[in-house]
C-alpha cells in the first residue's frame, strides 16, 4: 500500500502578537473539539484519500469547512494509492474481482483498511464510489453539501453526434447511452483521472465525446462552463438532464467515514454535516445496499427533498437491454424505508 502524507495546517489567528494560540486559548478549544490535552494539542487530525487532483480537491473542501467550526485545528492529509487507482488496465467492474476486494469499492477497501488499522482518523469518498453496504466498524461522520449531481457530456471538435463513440468505464453509463440515442451510439472504456480521460479523448481518432459527473467538472473550476479549453484544444460540455440520463446514486455527495468506535472523531467531524444532502443520500444508499448493487449493476438514480416529502427516481436496465424506470415518494423520516421499498420493486425485474 502508497501513503503518502500532506501537511494541511493554516497558521492561527495570531495570540498577544504571537504566531500561535496561548496557553488560555488551547484549553478550551481542546475541550470544544473533543480532544485530550496533554501539555500540547493532540497530533494533527490524519485524513485519508485518494491522490487525484479531484480528490484531493474535494479533500479541501472538507478541510475548509472544518476549519470554519474549528479554527486553528491542524490538519494532514494522507494520500493512499488503491486498487482502481492501481489496476487501470481493467474496467471497472472487473477490479474486484481481479485484486481480492470482494464486494468492496475499489476506490474505497484499501483506505479502510488504512482507517481500520488507525493509520488514519479519518477518509474523504466521493460517495457514488461505495458499497451500499458500509464495513460494520466504520460510520458515516459527515455528508458534504451536495454538488449538481447531473452528467456532462464533453465532446470534441469534428464529433459525429447523430451516431457517436462516447469514452466511459462505467455499466451504468454504457447501458443507458444505448437508450439515449436508441442504439445508435457506442461505448469505448476509458479510465484516468480526468485530465487523464480528456487527453484520450483528444488523442483516440475513434472518441467522439466522454462522460464525466458534472459535480466533478465544478469542484476543478469549470461551475457554469459550457466549454473548456484543453492542452490547446477547445471541447463543449454539455449538461444531460438527470432524469433524462440519470446519474450514478449518490453522485455529486462528499462522505467523511471514520471509525464507529472513534467518537472524538465522529462528533469533530459531524460539525460540517449537511443535513439535507445526508437526507438523500440516505435514501439512495439503502436502494444500493437491498438491491445489492455494485458497478456491474447497470442501475442509476437521485432522490430529491421537498419540504415533508421525499421523491426517489431510479432506473434499472434488465439483461436484454430494457431501461426500467421507478418514481417513488415517502417522508423525510423514513429515507431508508424509501430506498428498500425501491429495490423491492426492482426485484422481479432482476
Known amino acids: ?13 495570531a495570540q498577544g502578537g504571537g504566531a500561535f494560540l496561548s496557553r488560555d486559548a488551547i484549553f478550551p478549544l481542546a475541550e470544544q473539539v473533543g480532544l485530550r490535552y496533554n501539555g500540547r494539542m493532540q497530533a494533527p487530525l490524519r485524513i ?23 479554527p ?3 490538519t494532514e492529509v ?25 464486494d468492496k469499492g475499489v476506490f474505497i477497501a484499501t483506505i479502510e483498511e488504512a482507517l481500520a488499522r488507525g493509520e488514519i482518523d479519518c477518509a474523504v469518498h466521493s460517495c457514488k464510489d461505495m458499497p ?7 460510520a458515516l461522520a459527515a455528508v458534504l453539501p451536495r454538488e ?4 456532462a457530456l464533453i465532446i470534441k471538435p469534428g464529433a459525429r ?43 483516440q481518432e475513434e472518441l467522439d465525446a466522454l462522460l464525466l459527473a458534472r459535480a466533478g467538472l465544478n469542484r476543478l473550476g469549470y461551475a457554469g462552463r459550457q466549454e473548456l479549453e484543453f492542452e490547446g484544444s477547445r471541447l463543449c460540455i454539455a449538461d444531460l438532464g438527470s432524469d433524462v440520463f440519470m446519474p450514478a446514486l449518490c453522485q455529486g455527495a462528499i462522505v467523511v467515514e471514520v471509525r464507529r468506535a ?58 436484454d437491454g430494457t431501461p426500467v424506470r421507478l418514481t417513488l415518494k415517502g417522508d423525510v423520516d423514513h429515507p431508508e424505508e424509501l430506498g428498500r421499498e425501491a429495490a423491492a420493486q426492482l426485484a422481479e425485474w432482476r
Request: with cysteine; proline share 3%; aromatic share 4%.
Open 148 to 151: 449538481d449531481r447531473g452528467e
Open 262 to 319: 472513534d467518537s472524538a472523531t465522529y462528533e469533530l467531524v459531524r460539525r460540517v454535516n449537511h443535513a439535507p444532502s445526508e437526507l438523500t443520500i440516505r435514501a439512495e444508499r439503502a436502494f444500493l445496499a437491498a438491491l445489492g448493487a455494485d458497478c456491474s449493476v447497470p442501475v442509476a438514480g437521485y432522490a430529491s427533498a421537498n419540504g415533508r416529502g421525499l421523491m426517489l427516481r431510479v432506473i434499472y436496465v434488465t439483461a
Open 132 to 138: 451500499g453496504a458500509l464495513d460494520e466498524r466504520m
Open 1 to 13: 500500500m502508497f501513503l503518502q502524507a500532506i501537511r494541511l495546517s493554516p497558521l492561527p489567528e
Open 161 to 203: 453526434m447523430e451516431a457517436p463513440t462516447i469514452g466511459t468505464a462505467s455499466v451504468r453509463r454504457a447501458e443507458l447511452v444505448k437508450a439515449y440515442w436508441g442504439g445508435r451510439a457506442r461505448t469505448v472504456s476509458i479510465r484516468g483521472n480526468v485530465q487523464t480521460r480528456l487527453r484520450k479523448l483528444l488523442q
Open 72 to 74: 486553528g485545528l491542524a
Open 78 to 102: 494522507v494520500v493512499i494509492q488503491t486498487a482502481g487507482d492501481r489496476r487501470t488496465d481493467l474496467p471497472l467492474c472487473c477490479v474486484n474481482r481481479a485484486t481480492g476486494t470482494a
Open 48 to 70: 485519508g484519500t485518494r491522490g487525484s487532483e479531484l480528490a484531493l480537491r474535494q479533500v479541501q473542501l472538507f478541510v475548509d469547512a472544518l476549519h470554519e467550526q474549528v
